[in-house]
C-alpha cells in the first residue's frame, strides 16, 4: 500500500511532477548524448592516430629511437617481415629508413626528418596517399620526388614540381645533397606531417645514404579488435635484438586523451547528476512542505517514522526513475541514428583538425554505458530523497496537523 | 463498566508570550468503557489541548495520563505512535483523510499498519462503510465526497483499528447542520452497536444535546460534569 500511496502521490501534482521528469529526460539524454559523443571524439582521434601516424605497432633497433642515427639499422628484418606477414591478425606492413636532415627551397630552409619509403606498401599502411592536396603522389616526376606537407610547402614558399635540396650525413658521416622535385603536397592534421617530414622514395634516400637495402622503421597495422599490446610483445619475444611497440607505448599522449576523457566525462556525470539531484531535492521538499497537514496526520494514526521515510524515499525513486527509462531511450535512439549518420563538424572543423579531429563523428555507446547510466540515476534520486524524507519525519504530528 | 483513562492533575502551560497561557489547568478526569462524551466550552477553554493530551500527541507538563492502568505520558515518541495504533482512533475536524486512497482504502489502510491480513482488511472496510451509510461511495476518493460523506468515512477509519476508544475534536464545525445530525446520529449508532467508547469535544449546542455525558470547560478547568 505503501508504494501504491507513493505512486499515487507522485501524480498529485502532475504539472510539477513532469517538470522533474522532464527534466530527468533531459538530463539522462544529454548524458548519454555527451557519452557518446565524447567516445567517437576519442575513438575518432585515436583511430586517424594510428591510422596516419603510428600504425598499430613498430619495430626498430633498439638505440634507434634515442638518436635517429642512421647506423642503427634493424638487423633481421626480413625475419621479422616474415613473422608479421605470417600473422593472421596484421594487416599490412611498411619498412622505412629515416634520417634527420635539412631541407632548402631558394629562399628557406628548416630541419626535416627524411622519410625513405615503398609508396605501394605505405599507401596501404598509413593512408599517405589519401593526404594528397595538389600534385601527385610520387608520380610524374622521373628523378628523385619528394611530398611534403602544406605547411612546410609554405614555409619554404615552394609548390608542385619545385626544386628542394635535402642535405644530411651518410653512413660515413660525410654531408650529402640530394637534389628533389616537389610531387605532391600533403594536407593533414597532424604537425608531425604537415611541418616537418619530408618523404622520397627508400631507393633514393638508401642511395644517398649509402646503406644499401637497411631499413631503421617497420609499421604495421592490424585488423579490428586485435590486442596490439599482446601482439608487440608476442614479436618482441620472437626478436629480442630489436624493440617492437604498440601505438601505446610509441605515443603515450593518446593513452593519456583516452584517461583525460574518461575523467572529462565522470565530471560531466557529476555536473548534471548534481543538477538533478538538486531539481529532485527541491521538488521532493516542495512536495513535503505542502503535504505537513497529511504527513503529521499519518503519524498521529500510528504509521511508523521508518514507514513516513520509507515512502518518502519511494515516491522520489518512482519521480525519478519514470523520466530516467524516458531519457535513456531518447539517448539511445539519438545515438543509435547519428552513430549512422554520423555528426557532421565540417563547419568547425578547421579548428578541430588543428588538434587532429576528423570532421565527421559516429557517436557510440557500450551497453555497460547505459547501465551504468542507469544505476547513476537510481543512486542519485536514492541520495537526493534522503533529505526530504528526513524532513518529514522530523515534524512532530501534533505541530504538524495545526499547520495551515 | 471498568475505566479507560484516568487522567490525574493534568496540567498544560504555553509560554510562547511574556504571559505563560495555562490551556489546561490542574484538570482530573476519568472516562468509562462506553461512553458518548462531549467536552463543551467557548473557543480557547482548552478543549483541543485536552484531547491531544488523551491521545497521546502532546505531553502535559505536570500530571499523567493512564489508558487502562498504562501511563501515556512518559511514554517514548516512538512507543506512542504504536500505542496510537493500537488503542486510539482519531476523527479531525478537517476529515483528513489521504486525498489519493479511496473511502474504502482509507479505512483499510489503519488496518494494514496494524498487518491485519488482506480479506480481513476489506471486509470489515466494507462492513464500516456500510454501518456509516457510505458503502456507495467506497471508490470515491476524498476529494469526490461532500464534508459530511468524507468525516463519516473519517469515523469509519477510526473504528477500523477496534480502538479502545475514539478521539474527535470538533468533528462537525465544517458541516452544515443536516450533516451534523446525520454524523452524531451515525456515531451514536456506533457506540450502541459496537459498543466505541466516543469522546468529542464541539462549541455547538445541537451536538452537545446528543451526548450522554458532557464536561464543560472553562480556561483549562472542569466548570461541570453532567450525565444524562
Ligand atoms: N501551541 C500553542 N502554543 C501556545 N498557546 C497555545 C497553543 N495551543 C493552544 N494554545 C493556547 O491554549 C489555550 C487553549 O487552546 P485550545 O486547546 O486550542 O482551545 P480550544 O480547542 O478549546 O479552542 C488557548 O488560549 C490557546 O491560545
Ligand atoms: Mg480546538
Redesign the pocket.
Known amino acids: 500500500m505503501i508504494a501504491i500511496i507513493a505512486w499515487r502521490n507522485v501524480w498529485r501534482n502532475k504539472g510539477r511532477s513532469l517538470v522533474v521528469i522532464g527534466a530527468m529526460t533531459v538530463g539522462i539524454w544529454a548524458l548519454t548524448f555527451a557519452g557518446g559523443f565524447m567516445q567517437s571524439f576519442l575513438t575518432s582521434y585515436i583511430e586517424s592516430a594510428i591510422r596516419h601516424e603510428t600504425s598499430n605497432g613498430q619495430v626498430h633497433h633498439p638505440e634507434f629511437t634515442q638518436d635517429y642515427d642512421i647506423q642503427y639499422n634493424i638487423k633481421d628484418y626480413e625475419s621479422i617481415l616474415g613473422f608479421l606477414k605470417q600473422s593472421e591478425v596484421v594487416e599490412s606492413v611498411t619498412t622505412r629508413s629515416l634520417v634527420n636532415g635539412m631541407i632548402s627551397s631558394s629562399r628557406q630552409a628548416t630541419g626535416v626528418k627524411i622519410i625513405g619509403i615503398n609508396p605501394e606498401e605505405e599507401a596501404k599502411v598509413t593512408a599517405l596517399n589519401t593526404l594528397i592536396s595538389e600534385g601527385t603522389y610520387f608520380e610524374g616526376i622521373s628523378r628523385n620526388p619528394v611530398l611534403i606537407g602544406n605547411k612546410l610547402a609554405e614555409k619554404l614558399k615552394v609548390n608542385v614540381r619545385s626544386k628542394v635540396v635535402l642535405t644530411f650525413q651518410d653512413i660515413e658521416g660525410n654531408i650529402t645533397a640530394g637534389s628533389f622535385r616537389v610531387a605532391g603536397i600533403l594536407n593533414a592534421s597532424s604537425v608531425a606531417i604537415s611541418e616537418s617530414s619530408a618523404y622520397v622514395l627508400k631507393s633514393d634516400l638508401n642511395r644517398l645514404l649509402n646503406i644499401g637495402d637497411n631499413i631503421h622503421e617497420i609499421a604495421y597495422t592490424t585488423v579490428t579488435g586485435t590486442d596490439d599490446e599482446a601482439l608487440a610483445n608476442r614479436i618482441q619475444t620472437n626478436f629480442e635484438n630489436d624493440k617492437v611497440e604498440s601505438w601505446k607505448e610509441i605515443s603515450p599522449a593518446l593513452v593519456f586523451m583516452e584517461q583525460m576523457m574518461a575523467s572529462m566525462l565522470k565530471i560531466l556525470i557529476i555536473i548534471i547528476m548534481s543538477a538533478l539531484a538538486f531539481g529532485i531535492i527541491n521538488t521532493m521538499l516542495m512536495a513535503v512542505l505542502e503535504r505537513i497537514r497529511e504527513l503529521g496526520m499519518l503519524m498521529a494514526l500510528g504509521m511508523k517514522r521508518a514507514k513516513v521515510f520509507l515512502m518518502i524515499i519511494v515516491e522520489t525513486i518512482y519521480l525519478s526513475t519514470v523520466g530516467g527509462p524516458v531519457g535513456l531511450f531518447i539517448g539511445y535512439a539519438t545515438i543509435s541514428y547519428l552513430g549512422k549518420v554520423g555528426i557532421d563538424l565540417t563547419d568547425y572543423s578547421e579548428g578541430l583538425e588543428a588538434i587532429g579531429y576528423n570532421s565527421i563523428l559516429y557517436p557510440l555507446l557500450q551497453p555497460m554505458d547505459y547501465v551504468q547510466i542507469v544505476i547513476g540515476v537510481i543512486m542519485t534520486a536514492f541520495l537526493a530523497s534522503i533529505y526530504p524524507a528526513w524532513k518529514a519525519i522530523k515534524l512532530k504530528p501534533i505541530d504538524a496537523l495545526h499547520a495551515i | 463498566m471498568s475505566t479507560i483513562i484516568k487522567a490525574i492533575n493534568i496540567s498544560k502551560v504555553?509560554h510562547?508570550s511574556t504571559v505563560p497561557?495555562h490551556?489546561v489547568n490542574n484538570l482530573s478526569l476519568n472516562i468509562e468503557e462506553g461512553e458518548f462524551t462531549a467536552i463543551v466550552?467557548p473557543?480557547?477553554?482548552?478543549?483541543?489541548?485536552l484531547l491531544n493530551i488523551l491521545g497521546g500527541l502532546d505531553q502535559p507538563t505536570e500530571g499523567k495520563v493512564e489508558v487502562d492502568g498504562t501511563d501515556i505520558s512518559s511514554m517514548k515518541d516512538s512507543e506512542l505512535i504504536d500505542f496510537r495504533l493500537r488503542n486510539i482512533g482519531f476523527v479531525f475536524q478537517a476529515y483528513n483523510l489521504i486525498p489519493v486512497l479511496t473511502a474504502r482504502e482509507n479505512v483499510e489502510f489503519i488496518m494494514l499498519l496494524q498487518k491485519r491480513n488482506k480479506k480481513e482488511r476489506h471486509d470489515r472496510a466494507m462492513e464500516l462503510l456500510e454501518s456509516m451509510d457510505i458503502a456507495d461511495k467506497a471508490n470515491s476518493k476524498p476529494s469526490q465526497l461532500s464534508g459530511g460523506q468524507q468525516q463519516r468515512v473519517a469515523v469509519a477509519r477510526a473504528l477500523a483499528s477496534k480502538p479502545r476508544f475514539i478521539l474527535a475534536d470538533e468533528p462537525t464545525a465544517n458541516l452544515d447542520s443536516s450533516s451534523t445530525n446525520n454524523l452524531l446520529d451515525l456515531m451514536a449508532k456506533m457506540n450502541e452497536e459496537q459498543k466505541a467508547t466516543f469522546i468529542f469535544?464541539t462549541h455547538d449546542q445541537r451536538v452537545m444535546d446528543k451526548a450522554r455525558r458532557i464536561v464543560t470547560l472553562e480556561d483549562g478547568a472542569i466548570v461541570s460534569d453532567v450525565k444524562r
Request: hydrophobic share 15%.
Open positions: 504555553y510562547k497561557v490551556a466550552g473557543s480557547g477553554c482548552g478543549k483541543t489541548t469535544s
